[in-house]
């Protein structure tokens, strides 16, 4: 376990850091609010002032809120300011990605490479180019220096060990503050110290009975706080945002989530055709190569972690690093979204620790040069995703190219171009949204919306009934509104002489 001990060598290498993020981030400064901003940031009390913080009116993840608070009283309500935020946590997560590796005993030219693999990769940018995602970032800042202060607690002894591991504790308690899905980091620090910290310097699997214990309980402390994750409502949510009716079934949830892991490793290797949200085709069938495909990866992976413990412990803890951080996000439980770009953040510092294993083992020009050429791709990449993420217009329209499939961005895509005007675009938009689920309720109202203004009024009012009762539930002012809106249109079909 080693560090690079100068204070300035460090803050030269912070300085890289941040100077790279701003150069590949950079465009970012452009972009408006999009995706979750405006009800997480802008509509959200709690983000604006200390005070209305502590009233807690929208219960959510109170770090990310608290550092809001500062950006809103510099920049108001103008979204180029609180990127400077962003780009300062992801330059700094880099930064401490390298400053781990090395202190696991990497060199310097390899620690570099494998922290700069994890900077521009093009998954990063839904993290950063959108301010409500900024929840990754300070997860992952909280994560490595939990990580960080551990590692240094393994290498000191006496009062300053037990000073460090509870900075550790206290760095893990901000990350869970952060974002829930840090709490696979107990289990990330016990790879660690298994596969790369000899015997005698271990902390946490000193006492490996107590250790497990703890995680027990942990488990079913776990189980009954988010106990309604294993809701039948909860499975439902995430097949209704997959178009999926067929079964209430567990299986068709099990098998995607195994052809999640897959996909998520073919976007790492080639990160073209990003969007904010995917849909997977699900099924209730056995028989689905790419999900067994996906499962024969995993369990690759789970056994890389043994099985390269001696010859290449670092690789294996990649794989470990990996697959604890992918669990949480894995819908393994049904929790949200089946994949999301900003769920790899934090399991993508696995993949540097991979990165660096590689080139430590194969030190040779030929792939530090192809290290160097990835990661001016993966830049170049980067980029221009950011640029999609630049409005809500350029989000849902590069969405809808890349992902037509899902009912939602179809949705949204529908939506955007109803707003300029562009209303062929907006009905076919929001009929294939319909064609896609029938429950997607705010595609009825888009394309109600949209009739209107072409002048066919009939079709406008059939879609407006259809929201007022389908909605009531999920959207019960904007129902009220169209309830309201109804009369009149009857009224203007019956001067028309339409039934």
Same mark, same amino acid.
């Given at each position: 376990? &080693?560090?690079?001990?100068?204070?300035?060598?460090?803050?030269?290498?912070?300085?890289?850091?941040?100077?790279?993020?701003?150069?590949?981030?950079?465009?970012?400064?452009?972009?408006?609010?999009?995706?979750?901003?405006?009800?997480?940031?802008?509509?959200?009390?709690?983000?604006?002032?200390?005070?209305?913080?502590?009233?807690?009116?929208?219960?959510?993840?109170?770090?990310?809120?608290?550092?809001?608070?500062?950006?809103?009283?510099?920049?108001?309500?103008?979204?180029?300011?609180?990127?400077?935020?962003?780009?300062?946590?992801?330059?700094?997560?880099?930064?401490?990605?390298?400053?781990?590796?090395?202190?696991?005993?990497?060199?310097?030219?390899?620690?570099?490479?494998?922290?700069?693999?994890?900077?521009?990769?093009?998954?990063?940018?839904?993290?950063?180019?959108?301010?409500?995602?900024?929840?990754?970032?300070?997860?992952?800042?909280?994560?490595?220096?939990?990580?960080?202060?551990?590692?240094?607690?393994?290498?000191?002894?006496?009062?300053?060990?037990?000073?460090?591991?509870?900075?550790?504790?206290?760095?893990?308690?901000?990350?869970?503050?952060?974002?829930?899905?840090?709490?696979?980091?107990?289990?990330?620090?016990?790879?660690?110290?298994?596969?790369?910290?000899?015997?005698?310097?271990?902390?946490?699997?000193?006492?490996?009975?107590?250790?497990?214990?703890?995680?027990?309980?942990?488990?079913?402390?776990?189980?009954?706080?988010?106990?309604?994750?294993?809701?039948?409502?909860?499975?439902?949510?995430?097949?209704?945002?997959?178009?999926?009716?067929?079964?209430?079934?567990?299986?068709?949830?099990?098998?995607?989530?195994?052809?999640?892991?897959?996909?998520?490793?073919?976007?790492?290797?080639?990160?073209?055709?990003?969007?904010?949200?995917?849909?997977?085709?699900?099924?209730?069938?056995?028989?689905?190569?790419?999900?067994?495909?996906?499962?024969?990866?995993?369990?690759?992976?789970?056994?890389?972690?043994?099985?390269?413990?001696?010859?290449?412990?670092?690789?294996?803890?990649?794989?470990?690093?990996?697959?604890?951080?992918?669990?949480?996000?894995?819908?393994?439980?049904?929790?949200?979204?089946?994949?999301?770009?900003?769920?790899?953040?934090?399991?993508?510092?696995?993949?540097?620790?991979?990165?660096?294993?590689?080139?430590?083992?194969?030190?040779?020009?030929?792939?530090?040069?192809?290290?160097?050429?990835?990661?001016?791709?993966?830049?170049?990449?980067?980029?221009?995703?950011?640029?999609?993420?630049? &409005?809500?217009?350029?989000?849902?329209?590069?969405?809808?190219?890349?992902?037509?499939?899902?009912?939602?961005?179809?949705?949204?895509?529908?939506?955007?171009?109803?707003?300029?005007?562009?209303?062929?675009?907006?009905?076919?938009?929001?009929?294939?949204?319909?064609?896609?689920?029938?429950?997607?309720?705010?595609?009825?109202? &888009?394309?109600?919306?949209?009739?209107?203004?072409?002048?066919?009024?009939?079709?406008?009012?059939?879609?407006?009934?259809?929201?007022?009762?389908?909605?009531?539930?999920?959207?019960?002012?904007?129902?009220?509104?169209?309830?309201?809106?109804?009369?009149?249109?009857?009224?203007?079909?019956?001067?028309?002489?339409?039934?």
């Amino acid at each position: 376990m &080693t560090f690079p001990a100068p204070l300035a060598t460090k803050r030269l290498f912070l300085l890289f850091f941040l100077l790279m993020t701003l150069t590949i981030y950079g465009n970012t400064f452009f972009n408006q609010w999009t995706y979750d901003d405006l009800p997480v940031v802008v509509q959200n009390p709690d983000a604006r002032t200390l005070d209305s913080f502590l009233k807690n009116t929208v219960p959510g993840r109170p770090l990310r809120e608290l550092s809001y608070i500062p950006d809103h009283l510099l920049f108001g309500d103008r979204p180029a300011g609180y990127h400077i935020q962003q780009l300062g946590w992801h330059g700094m997560n880099g930064f401490l990605l390298f400053l781990l590796l090395h202190g696991l005993g990497v060199e310097i030219p390899a620690a570099l490479v494998g922290a700069l693999l994890f900077l521009v990769h093009p998954f990063q940018a839904e993290s950063v180019a959108n301010i409500s995602h900024r929840k990754e970032l300070l997860a992952l800042f909280f994560v490595l220096s939990s990580a960080l202060l551990h590692l240094k607690a393994l290498a000191a002894s006496g009062g300053r060990r037990w000073l460090c591991a509870a900075g550790a504790v206290g760095a893990y308690a901000a990350a869970l503050g952060a974002n829930e899905t840090a709490v696979a980091l107990p289990l990330a620090l016990v790879l660690m110290e298994w596969l790369a910290v000899p015997r005698e310097r271990w902390l946490l699997l000193r006492r490996p009975l107590l250790l497990a214990l703890v995680f027990g309980a942990a488990g079913v402390l776990a189980a009954w706080r988010y106990q309604w994750l294993f809701s039948a409502r909860q499975l439902y949510t995430v097949y209704s945002k997959n178009n999926f009716t067929a079964t209430a079934d567990y299986l068709p949830l099990f098998m995607a989530s195994l052809r999640s892991f897959g996909f998520y490793l073919g976007k790492i290797i080639l990160p073209v055709g990003l969007a904010p949200e995917y849909v997977f085709r699900l099924s209730a069938s056995i028989l689905q190569p790419w999900a067994w495909v996906g499962a024969v990866l995993l369990a690759g992976g789970a056994a890389l972690v043994p099985l390269a413990r001696r010859a290449m412990p670092l690789l294996a803890l990649g794989a470990g690093w990996f697959l604890a951080f992918w669990l949480p996000v894995s819908n393994l439980v049904p929790a949200g979204y089946l994949v999301a770009d900003r769920y790899m953040y934090l399991c993508l510092p696995g993949g540097a620790f991979a990165a660096a294993a590689l080139i430590t083992r194969f030190p040779k020009r030929g792939v530090f040069g192809a290290a160097l050429a990835v990661i001016l791709a993966w830049a170049l990449l980067t980029v221009v995703q950011n640029g999609h993420w630049r &409005t809500e217009h350029t989000l849902w329209r590069h969405a809808a190219r890349v992902n037509a499939d899902s009912t939602w961005v179809r949705g949204a895509a529908s939506k955007s171009y109803l707003s300029t005007g562009e209303l062929d675009q907006a009905r076919e938009h929001a009929r294939a949204a319909i064609a896609l689920s029938s429950y997607n309720v705010e595609a009825y109202l &888009t394309l109600a919306r949209v009739e209107e203004r072409r002048g066919d009024l009939a079709e406008a009012l059939r879609n407006y009934q259809l929201f007022v009762a389908l909605g009531q539930v999920d959207f019960p002012q904007e129902t009220a509104r169209i309830r309201a809106h109804i009369p009149f249109l009857k009224g203007q079909l019956n001067l028309q002489g339409k039934p």
